[in-house]
Every structure is written in C-alpha cells, then in structure tokens.
Nanobody
Framework: VQLQAFGGGLVQAGGSLRLSCAAS????????MGWFRQVPGKERDFVAA?????????????LYADSVKGRFTISRDNAKNTVYLQMNSLKPEDMAVYYC???????????????????WGQGTLVTVSS
C-alpha cells in the first residue's frame, strides 16, 4: 500500500485546512486509516482514525485524540481511495508534520497506537501562525 498525503500549508490561528491522503490498492474500502502528527524532537502523536465500516450516518467507527475532538473530522471517500482530515479552529499547537497511515489487512479496528500501523505516507507540513 502506498500512501501520499497532501494539503498542508500555512494558516492563521482559527483557520481551516483539509488534508488528503491518497492510497493505492483495489481494496482501499477495507483499510483502516489514521492520521498522526509529529513535531521535531517529539514522538509521533495520534490525531484521528477511521475504520472500514464508517458511514456518514454514524461516527462510531472514528477515533479522535482529545486535543482535536470537536475541531477535526476524519472521513473517507472509497470511490477515490482517499481519506481526509478536515481541520477547523486551528491552534498554534496543531502545527506539525501530519502523516497518514494504514493498518495491514482488511476490516481491522481503528487504534490510536502508531505501532499498529504498517504503511505510512511521506507527511505534509501544517504551519499555524498566531
């Protein structure tokens, strides 16, 4: 599985950005996808994850870090092999390199542990100015 994240950039505090992650493979609809972020000198932190059972009728299959709940939304478009991270009300502390990731196998439960994810994209930088 190859992942490519894009959509990062410079935004003022309070603004919004949408990150996208395009995935290869014919079975994207079965992949559990996650977003993580990392600042220099720190560990990679969980942001959000979505499993393969997600639908817009229910948010039960999406996970969020407490720090982004209510501001970030993860979603997926299986027809486009893409997962999104809509980021609203951005804060300076959200500034980081954001990575998308995928768990090997089909219909795996979403988790917050980076070690559970097998495939990683190259990262996209989000800069938030105060």
């Amino acid at each position: 599985v190859q992942l490519q994240a894009f959509g990062g950039g410079l935004v003022q505090a309070g603004g919004s950005l949408r990150l996208s992650c395009a995935a290869s493979g014919r079975t994207f609809h079965t992949y559990t996808m996650g977003w993580f972020r990392q600042v220099p000198g720190k560990e990679r932190d969980f942001v959000a994850a979505i499993d393969a059972f997600f639908s817009f009728d229910s948010a039960a299959s999406a996970l969020y870090a407490d720090s982004v709940k209510g501001r970030f939304t993860i979603s997926r478009d299986n027809a486009k092999n893409t997962v999104y991270l809509q980021m609203n009300s951005l804060k300076p502390e959200d500034m980081a390199v954001y990575y998308c990731a995928s768990i090997r196998g089909s219909y795996r439960p979403a988790t917050m542990r980076a070690s559970d994810y097998d495939y990683w994209g190259q990262g996209t930088l989000v800069t938030v100015s105060s």
